[in-house]
């Protein structure tokens, strides 16, 4: 007996709805890093070697912005 919910049928349906939730949820996620990054948020990558130069910088208050901010 045919049964409309076959797995070929289950599969098709099954993909048609996934993939566009799961390209969407890319998309967006690729947009909101890109929107990060030209928000300035790429750059405050923080080096475990400069901790010292940081700190000693920030108990000298001589930590000045290279920005000029």
Same mark, same amino acid.
């Given at each position: ?14 993909? *048609? ?14 947009? *909101?890093?890109?929107?990060? *990054? ?11 070697? !400069? ?13 000045? !912005?290279?920005?000029?901010?």
């Amino acid at each position: 007996m045919y049964s409309p919910t076959s797995l070929l049928v289950l599969y098709t349906f099954v993909y *048609a709805l996934v993939c566009p939730l799961v390209h969407t949820s890319v998309f967006l996620h690729t947009m *909101a890093f890109r929107l990060l *990054a030209l928000l300035g948020t790429a750059n405050t990558t923080f080096y475990y070697w !400069d901790y010292n130069t940081i700190r000693s910088q920030y108990e000298t208050g001589t930590n000045k !912005d290279p920005r000029g901010e």
